[in-house]
């Protein structure tokens, strides 16, 4: 059978597509391969969120078509993911040597088309059409890495921590973000798919999960997404928050009146009963999603860990606006302020845009003082990139590159110097980690996960993979913690 390598570029979403298109080539009988040199068939996992990122793929699929040509006129090439979706034939007519594109509702087909390729029926296919229930469709985990399950059924899973895919799309139309017209609309799973396939995770022996979406707050908004999830005769199971007879639970929002749970903490609360299970993660939600019951979530549900990824994108009020992201400075503040009233460990991440059209230089400065109002535990910084078709990208007073690179220098070493000094209060502490396996830098080392998402890597061995550990830390490096081996619990 061929031999397969993806190489993803982008978020999270994107390397959970990856896994579940290698699972089910996997299952199919390919192997993967180390590397695109040695590759029968090569597919690159796009990203369009930025010029950068699609630039790139393009390059590096310039280059492997280069060689394949030259070297090695069989293999085959595809693009898949976001550039893919908006781009399609475009691709193609840029890059001949391309056979395939699929597009972000598509991945499920990757195995039938490339054997249609392989096996000469087809020439090249472009496959970018909306397919309602796709979102049901990134289901397989390559938890045993290159091995085919049924072929170790002992071996522990190379993995402890699984990402599962519970929605697609967003509606958010934040004037900079091409994502609405790559994912689609937002389409759901259902809570009994969902949980089912977490349980599936947890009896293989993963012990922590993040759910995933575009926007996750939004799970279960849109379309018709069945929440509560039924046992094996097709009873309601009777999950926190659902009560037997499938009605919602009420809550109190924090202004009294009663109020039903969002689906998303439905869903929180259904995947927090699974047995074994020890740590639940998203990403990414919207600042907006973050309502009373899901700070609440925070407190009642204790697999629930203290971190929360809150992209933020501006401390300017004005370009907040100019955005379309529908909160204020003043609101994004208390919303940090109640998340740490209720968890005051919590690790808080963002990501901020710098430059956006016509950003001041006072509008710049108020998102430094942000960063340091809030200080987050870590950023992800982008240098707005004009996107097509998107309004921002036709809005006056484009800001010069030039001035978008300085900003974003001066934001890193901000959002670097509050990271030290948070880091560096871990040194001394004693803390829990999910040890996850061997450390990419110093595979001699293991490393493992504090519940509020910081990196620790101590000295240990291949059965502490798995493990709860409780370390205490020795060290911080930069955006990365160190635990003394001799205190490890054993
Ligand atoms: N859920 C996130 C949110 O609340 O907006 C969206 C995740 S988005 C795929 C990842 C990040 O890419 C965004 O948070 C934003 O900071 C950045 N991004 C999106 N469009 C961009 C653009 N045109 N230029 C620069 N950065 C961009």
């Given at each position: 059978?061929?031999?397969?390598?993806?190489?993803?570029?982008?978020?999270?979403?994107?390397?959970?597509?990856?896994?579940?298109?290698?699972?089910?080539?996997?299952?199919?009988?390919?192997?993967?391969?180390?590397?695109?040199?040695?590759?029968?068939?090569?597919?690159?996992?796009?990203?369009?969120?930025?010029?950068?990122?699609?630039?790139?793929?393009?390059?590096?699929?310039?280059?492997?078509?280069?060689?394949?040509?030259?070297?090695?006129?069989?293999?085959?090439?595809?693009?898949?993911?976001?550039?893919?979706?908006?781009?399609?034939?475009?691709?193609?007519?840029?890059?001949?040597?391309?056979?395939?594109?699929?597009?972000?509702?598509?991945?499920?087909?990757?195995?039938?088309?490339?054997?249609?390729?392989?096996?000469?029926?087809?020439?090249?296919?472009?496959?970018?059409?909306?397919?309602?229930?796709?979102?049901?469709?990134?289901?397989?985990?390559?938890?045993?890495?290159?091995?085919?399950?049924?072929?170790?059924?002992?071996?522990?899973?190379?993995?402890?921590?699984?990402?599962?895919?519970?929605?697609?799309?967003?509606?958010?139309?934040?004037?900079?973000?091409?994502?609405?017209?790559?994912?689609?609309?937002?389409?759901?799973?259902?809570?009994?798919?969902?949980?089912?396939?977490?349980?599936?995770?947890?009896?293989?022996?993963?012990?922590?999960?993040?759910?995933?979406?575009?926007?996750?707050?939004?799970?279960?908004?849109?379309?018709?997404?069945?929440?509560?999830?039924?046992?094996?005769?097709?009873?309601?199971?009777?999950?926190?928050?659902?009560?037997?007879?499938?009605?919602?639970?009420?809550?109190?929002?924090?202004?009294?009146?009663?109020?039903?749970?969002?689906?998303?903490?439905?869903?929180?609360?259904?995947?927090?009963?699974?047995?074994?299970?020890?740590?639940?993660?998203?990403?990414?939600?919207?600042?907006?999603?973050?309502?009373?019951?899901?700070?609440?979530?925070?407190?009642?549900?204790?697999?629930?860990?203290?971190?929360?990824?809150?992209?933020?994108?501006?401390?300017?009020?004005?370009?907040?606006?100019?955005?379309?992201?529908?909160?204020?400075?003043?609101?994004?503040?208390?919303?940090?302020?109640?998340?740490?009233?209720?968890?005051?460990?919590?690790?808080?991440?963002?990501?901020?845009?710098v430059g956006?059209?016509?950003e001041?230089?006072?509008?710049?400065?108020?998102?430094?003082?942000?960063?340091?109002?809030?200080?987050?535990?870590?950023?992800?910084?982008?240098?707005?990139?004009?996107?097509?078709?998107?309004?921002?990208?036709?809005?006056?007073?484009?800001v010069p590159l030039k001035i978008r690179e300085q900003r974003?220098?001066?934001?890193?070493?901000?959002?670097?110097?509050?990271?030290?000094?948070?880091?560096?209060?871990?040194?001394?502490?004693?803390?829990?980690?999910?040890?996850?396996?061997?450390?990419?830098?110093?595979?001699?080392?293991?490393?493992?996960?504090?519940?509020?998402?910081?990196?620790?890597?101590?000295?240990?061995?291949?059965?502490?993979?798995?493990?709860?550990?409780?370390?205490?830390?020795?060290?911080?490096?930069?955006?990365?913690?160190?635990?003394?081996?001799?205190?490890?619990?054993?």
């Open positions: 059978m061929p031999s397969v390598f993806i190489k993803t570029y982008g978020c999270q979403m994107n390397e959970r597509d990856s896994e579940a298109v290698a699972a089910q080539l996997v299952a199919k009988g390919y192997t993967l391969a180390p590397s695109e040199a040695v590759a029968d068939v090569v597919l690159l996992n796009t990203c369009s969120v930025r010029d950068f990122a699609e630039r790139k793929a393009i390059g590096k699929m310039q280059n492997i078509a280069a060689d394949v040509r030259k070297n090695r006129p069989n293999v085959v090439l595809g693009f898949m993911g976001c550039m893919a979706q908006s781009r399609g034939q475009e691709l193609i007519d840029k890059l001949p040597d391309v056979d395939l594109v699929l597009g972000t509702q598509k991945f499920h087909h990757a195995a039938d088309y490339l054997d249609e390729i392989l096996s000469g029926h087809r020439d090249k296919i472009v496959d970018v059409a909306a397919e309602p229930g796709s979102e049901a469709t990134i289901r397989e985990h390559l938890l045993y890495g290159n091995v085919a399950r049924n072929g170790d059924g002992h071996r522990p899973p190379l993995q402890v921590t699984a990402y599962v895919s519970i929605m697609q799309g967003c509606n958010q139309r934040c004037t900079f973000c091409i994502v609405p017209d790559t994912r689609g609309e937002e389409r759901s799973r259902g809570i009994a798919d969902i949980v089912s396939e977490c349980r599936q995770l947890v009896s293989q022996g993963v012990k922590e999960i993040t759910l995933l979406g575009q926007i996750v707050t939004s799970y279960g908004k849109r379309g018709n997404v069945s929440l509560a999830p039924r046992g094996t005769s097709g009873e309601r199971v009777g999950a926190r928050g659902i009560l037997e007879n499938g009605l919602l639970t009420p809550a109190l929002s924090s202004f009294g009146e009663e109020r039903e749970k969002t689906p998303f903490v439905q869903l929180l609360e259904a995947v927090h009963e699974i047995e074994g299970l020890e740590r639940i993660r998203f990403t990414s939600p919207h600042p907006k999603g973050y309502g009373d019951d899901l700070i609440e979530a925070y407190a009642q549900l204790p697999k629930l860990v203290e971190s929360a990824h809150l992209p933020v994108q501006s401390g300017s009020d004005r370009v907040l606006k100019l955005m379309h992201r529908g909160y204020t400075r003043e609101r994004f503040l208390g919303l940090i302020k109640k998340l740490r009233r209720a968890r005051p460990d919590i690790g808080i991440t963002t990501d901020i845009i956006f059209p016509s001041t230089e006072d509008d710049f400065e108020q998102t430094l003082s942000l960063a340091h109002e809030v200080e987050f535990d870590n950023a992800y910084l982008f240098k707005y990139s004009p996107r097509r078709d998107t309004p921002a990208a036709g809005m006056p007073d484009q974003n220098h001066r934001l890193l070493e901000t959002i670097n110097e509050i990271g030290k000094r948070k880091y560096d209060a871990f040194v001394g502490r004693r803390t829990q980690i999910l040890v996850e396996g061997p450390s990419r830098k110093n595979p001699a080392r293991m490393t493992g996960r504090t519940r509020c998402n910081k990196i620790v890597v101590f000295d240990g061995s291949a059965r502490h993979r798995g493990q709860l550990l409780d370390v205490k830390i020795t060290r911080a490096g930069s955006f990365t913690l160190y635990g003394d081996p001799a205190i490890v619990n054993l």
